[in-house]
């Protein structure tokens, strides 16, 4: 599997971004598709998962501003998020699950004050 993720870039506080994660290869179900994000000097963290079964879940940090789907093909995962703050400027990367873990190459959210 090989992930290809967009739609980073910079936001003022209180804006919207779209983050696009496209997996392709051998793609099977059940699978996991997400986002984590690690900000400088910090540990990656987890931020939310949408599974090929349609059940999604978010860190307390991002619930009720983020929303996680996926495409109805299950090879896209979106990630709208909204109400932006200072604190979510991180590299976000993205992720597939079945078996073992593939992470993308990162896409860069900065969220001006």
């Known amino acids: 599997v090989q992930l290809q993720a967009s739609g980073g870039g910079l936001v003022q506080a209180g804006g919207s971004l779209r983050l696009s994660c496209v997996a392709s290869?051998?793609?099977?179900?059940?699978?996991?598709m997400g986002w984590y994000r690690q900000a400088p000097g910090k540990q990656r963290e987890w931020v939310a998962t949408?599974?090929?079964?349609?059940?999604?879940s978010y860190s307390d940090s991002v619930k009720g501003r983020f929303t996680i789907s996926r495409d109805n093909a299950k090879t896209t995962v979106y990630l709208q998020m909204n109400s932006l703050k200072p604190e979510d400027t991180s590299i976000y990367y993205c992720?597939?699950?079945?078996?073992?873990?593939?992470w993308g190459p990162g896409t860069l959210v900065t969220v001006s004050s």
């Open positions: 992720y597939f699950f079945r078996d073992r873990t593939t």
């Open positions: 949408s599974s090929s079964g349609s059940s999604t």
């Open positions: 290869g051998s793609i099977f179900s059940p699978n996991d």
